[in-house]
């Protein structure tokens, strides 16, 4: 007959080594069969009555010690010995010995503390990871490839995460992108930005010009500037509005610098004018020069503009 021996659950987990230890299942208690229990020193079945091994929590909660595992995971602890299972990992009393790569008792992903699991992407509570490396919540470090969306650099292999991809470089130049929708190239590789790109605004009142990396400082035509700017003896420059004075059309929002202004039009027309003194109007807007007037001598000779675009 099996007789059970009383077993306090102190004894019991200090004899299995602790509540996350593989060891034998102890519903039997050493010498019942005339086996010996040692689960700590790892003994053989083979060599103690032939039980097969279990695992640990069956046979605490045999003994009725479940609860007492269950309710210690998680407490702060400073050594093994202030755990039920002998456990203390990251500051709390932990299921096991959560020695593996970027494991962690405690801050993990979708798991209480107290339960060994990957540590969350991002840190290395352990020092586990090289360099600027850190976990990457799967058990190992910084794995994610280039192109592969991030929040940290130390989530990518190679240490950099721009514009929220992991990226070969620091890709810090104003006119260089991880993006391969910025560069038509691929995601993850810095590479210049399309000419005519902007980005954010840093190159104003520049464009990028697909050349250099960093921002231009002269043009040679409008196009390479910004909107409202046009290039003038290889600068940007502000364009003006209608009524401004200009010397050419590339220096005016409209496009059209007729009787020494920014203009609405061409104003090409006979007996047409975009200034104030020719047709009672405003400067900047084309419109017909006065009647009993000819302020540009294009009537016939005894003739003058009529008030409607023509000659009497």
């Not at 700590?40 to 605490?60: I, K, L, Q, T």
Request: charged letters at 20%.
């Amino acid at each position: 007959m099996v007789r059970r021996a009383v077993w306090s659950c102190s004894v019991l987990l200090a004899v299995l080594g602790g509540c996350g230890r593989v060891g034998y299942n102890v519903s039997a208690p050493p010498g019942a069969d005339g086996g010996s229990m040692d689960a700590r020193a790892g003994v053989d079945a083979a060599s103690d009555g032939g039980r097969e091994p279990a695992d640990v929590g069956e046979g605490v909660d045999a003994f009725g010690c479940g609860d007492l595992c269950a309710s210690d995971l998680g407490r702060a602890c400073g050594r093994g010995t202030d755990c039920a299972g002998g456990y203390c990992v990251d500051g709390v009393c932990c299921d096991g010995p959560c020695e593996g790569t970027c494991e962690s008792c405690a801050d993990t992903s979708g798991k209480r503390d107290g339960t060994c699991a990957f540590a969350h992407p991002g840190t290395d509570p352990d020092g586990d990871c090289p360099g600027p490396a850190t976990c990457n919540g799967a058990g190992g470090c910084g794995a994610r490839a280039l192109g592969v969306p991030c929040a940290t650099g130390p989530e990518c292999e190679s240490g950099y995460c721009v514009e929220e991809l992991c990226c070969n470089t620091p890709c810090s130049d104003a006119c260089t992108s991880c993006l391969g929708k910025r560069t038509g190239g691929d995601d993850g590789v810095c590479t210049l930005r399309r000419a005519g790109s902007n980005p954010d605004g840093a190159c104003s009142p520049y464009l990028c010009n697909g050349v250099s990396a960093s921002c231009p400082s002269d043009c040679f035509e409008t196009s390479d500037c910004t909107d409202e700017y046009h290039c003038a003896a290889g600068v940007c420059v502000a364009t003006s509005g209608n009524g401004t004075l200009c010397t050419s059309g590339a220096e005016c929002g409209s496009g059209h610098c007729a009787d020494g202004v920014c203009c609405t039009g061409p104003c090409v027309e006979q007996c047409n004018a975009c200034v104030a003194s020719s047709t009672g109007g405003d400067d900047g807007i084309c419109g017909f020069i006065r009647a009993g007037t000819d302020p540009d001598s294009e009537c016939p000779a005894a003739m003058t503009c009529n008030g409607a675009g023509g000659c009497t």
